[in-house]
Each structure stands twice: as structure tokens, then as C-alpha cells.
């Protein structure tokens, strides 16, 4: 019997539809950069749908299923924004832009049949809708498209996109294996941090200062700026995770990632604490009976509720916090070889933004 497949609709596509806008775009001065990346952000979006047509019903209706669900467009964004560093929206920053979203894309729909996740973007994931087998062939297209793209960029855009694909690939590969024996897991953590989010933003950024025309020295601190960026923006969500404002707030279900078995950086930090503290020990024993991989026994448990909330409190949580921040002020002082102006501004204004998704 066919799965009846959720409707989604398409939603604007602009700027205003980010919900970091209003302060990355903060002051007058800035409109003019505003409406730039606004401009540019309409073109991708158009492009995204022309390029997620295939000569195969079924494979149009996966491969938009996600797109159709919204999403930021956090990397096309910063694709645009570093491209105000040059030439602006030249056509080869806007079909780098739509190659780096389709990546994306592809990458989660492998995502949520590695995590079993039951939702994305608000709607069940496409594994959930169509089946494990659909899913990855679904993202496999995507990959596909999005290497077509690249392809008309011309060598150096090829490169830089196998090289992206090849750390996504290791990181999922690393996460899913889990930290050899002697390593350090919080480090190991953070290296699949960089590797699965912090490659694919920091990738985005340089290509709009390759296919714009900026100056070559500029291409470093960006890079750098999104690959610290993107962990600060994963740990985040695993502060996130634990908030008790709800998923209307958050987008997150409150313990939604420790209850698949997400590994987080609070549950690390408080394994590594447990060791020696007794009261560590006794509310990670906690975690692990009532929460930890607890997703498919169906709704959250008052004690399951409890222990989410303890961990919340605990120390090791603030110390997760102080560690995104570390790392969006490291990414930041990434940007001080870049000219001052808006754009420079604009970017620390997003890294301010990400970290303050907690609050």
C-alpha cells in the first residue's frame, strides 16, 4: 500500500524568510547589501527548482520534497554575502550557490536514514514517507545535480566541491563508527563537527569570493570563518536540544537528538564528568535509562522530561554554551584580514546570530 506523501508548501524565498535578517541587516546603511543578497537569494531559489527536475515523476517529487519544506538558506546567503566582497551576483556565484543548497540537501536526506529520523523541517523525512532505498538514491540525484553544476565552473569549482564531499562523507563515516579506542571523544566530536558541518559552510563562503572576482586573499578568512562557524552552530542545536521552550520555539522537540541516540556535547562532557563526580554519574545513569535512545517507545515520559531538564541545568551544559561562543569569536576574529564595511559586518552580525539561538 503507497504512503500517502504530506503536502508541503512552498514558502517565500527572500531574505525576510531567514529569520536572521533583521539583525544581520540591522541599520540603513546596510540596505543596499540587503537587497543584493535579497536579489541574489530569489535568482537561487528559482534556479533550485529549475535544477531539481529530473525525467522521472517520482524523482521530482523526492528530490523537492525537502526544498519544498523551507529551510534558511544559510549557505547560499553566505554565498552571496562574501560575492558583495567582489563582482557581486555574477552567474557563477548564483550557480555556486545552488550547487552548495543541493549539496546540503542531498546530505540530509542520507542524514535521516544514518539517524533514523523520523521528521525534517517540520514534515516526516523523506525515509519515513518513501523508504530507506528511495532516500539515499533521492540524495545520490542531488549529489549528482549538484556535481553538473559545479562541472560548468570549471576545474578549480570541482575540485573544491569533491574536496567538500569527501569531508562529508568522512565525517558521517567517523560518526557512525564512533572514536577509536584511546581517542579522546569530545575531540573526536568536534572533528566530525567540522568535517560534516563546517566544510560545506566554509565552502560556500569561499566560492562566492572565487566566482566574484574578489581578491584571493580574502579566500582564507573565510574559509576559516565558516568552518568555526559551522561547529559553534552544532553545538548550538545541542544546547537547543535541551531547551524547554518547545518546538514552536526551537523547531526542536526538547530532547528530540538524545532520545534518537545523538550523541550530544552536554552527554560527553557529562560522561567525562561522571568518571570522577558522583551526581554526574547518577543523572547520566538517569539519561541512559529514561531518554537515551528512548525514541521509538513513542510519547517523552515525565521522568524522561525530568532528567532533560536536570541535564539542562547542570554545568556542563553552561560549558557547552561557553563553547559555541569560544568558537563564534574565534570565527569572527577569522574576518579582521577582511576590509571593514558592511559586509564584514553583516558576517559578524551572523555569527552573533547563530550563538544567540540558544538564548
Known amino acids: 500500500m503507497a504512503r500517502s506523501v504530506p503536502v508541503v508548501r512552498r514558502p517565500p524565498s527572500l531574505t525576510s524568510q531567514l529569520g536572521l535578517t533583521e539583525r544581520i541587516f540591522a541599520r540603513g546603511e546596510d540596505r543596499e547589501l540587503a537587497n543584493a543578497v535579497d536579489a541574489g537569494l530569489a535568482q537561487v531559489e528559482e534556479g533550485l527548482h529549475r535544477e531539481m527536475q529530473f525525467a522521472d515523476n517520482l524523482a521530482d517529487v523526492t528530490a523537492r520534497y525537502l526544498l519544498e519544506a523551507g529551510g534558511k538558506r544559510v549557505r547560499p546567503m553566505l554565498t552571496l554575502l562574501a560575492a558583495q566582497l567582489g563582482d557581486g551576483n555574477l552567474a557563477g556565484v548564483i550557480r555556486a550557490a545552488e550547487a552548495v543548497e543541493i549539496t546540503h540537501l542531498a546530505s540530509l536526506y542520507h542524514d535521516d536514514v544514518m539517524d533514523d529520523s523520523q521528521m525534517r523541517r517540520g514534515v516526516p523525512s523523506a525515509q519515513s514517507v518513501w523508504g530507506n532505498s528511495v532516500a539515499v538514491l533521492t540524495g ?83 574559509v576559516v570563518f565558516g568552518e568555526k562557524i559551522g561547529v559553534a552552530f552544532q553545538i548550538i542545536d545541542d544546547v537547543i536540544d535541551l531547551s524547554a521552550q518547545g518546538v514552536k520555539e526551537t523547531g526542536k522537540t526538547p530532547g528530540n537528538d538524545l532520545r534518537a541516540g545523538v550523541a550530544t556535547l552536554p552527554v560527553l562532557r557529562l560522561r567525562q564528568l561522571a568518571e570522577t ?83
Not at 293 to 302: L, M, Q, R, Y
Open 140 to 222: 545520490d540525484l542531488l549529489f549528482a545535480r549538484a556535481s553538473k553544476l559545479v562541472s560548468t565552473l570549471g576545474e578549480r569549482a570541482i575540485q573544491l566541491q569533491a574536496d567538500t564531499f569527501e569531508r562529508l562523507c568522512l565525517g558521517q563515516l567517523h560518526e557512525t563508527i564512533g572514536p577509536e579506542d584511546g581517542e579522546d571523544p569530545i575531540e573526536h566530536y568536534i572533528r566530525v563537527l567540522e568535517d560534516k558541518t563546517g566544510s560545506l559552510i566554509a565552502v560556500a563562503a569561499q566560492m562566492g569570493i572565487v566566482f566574484s572576482n574578489a581578491p584571493e586573499s580574502y579566500e582564507q578568512p573565510v
Open 277 to 359: 563526580d558522583a551526581a554526574a554519574a547518577a543523572l547520566l545513569e538517569r539519561l541512559e535509562r529514561d531518554v537515551i535512545g528512548t525514541a521509538e517507545e513513542g510519547e517523552i515520559t515525565p521522568e524522561a522530561t525530568a532528567a532533560i531538564a536536570a541535564l539542562r541545568d547542570h554545568p556542563v551544559t553552561a560549558d557547552t554554551l561557553a563553547e559555541a561562543h569560544r568558537w563564534a569569536r574565534e570565527a569572527v576574529e577569522a574576518l579582521d584580514a577582511l576590509p571593514d564595511g558592511p559586509v564584514k559586518k553583516a558576517l559578524i552580525r551572523f555569527a552573533d546570530t547563530i550563538v544567540e539561538r540558544s538564548s
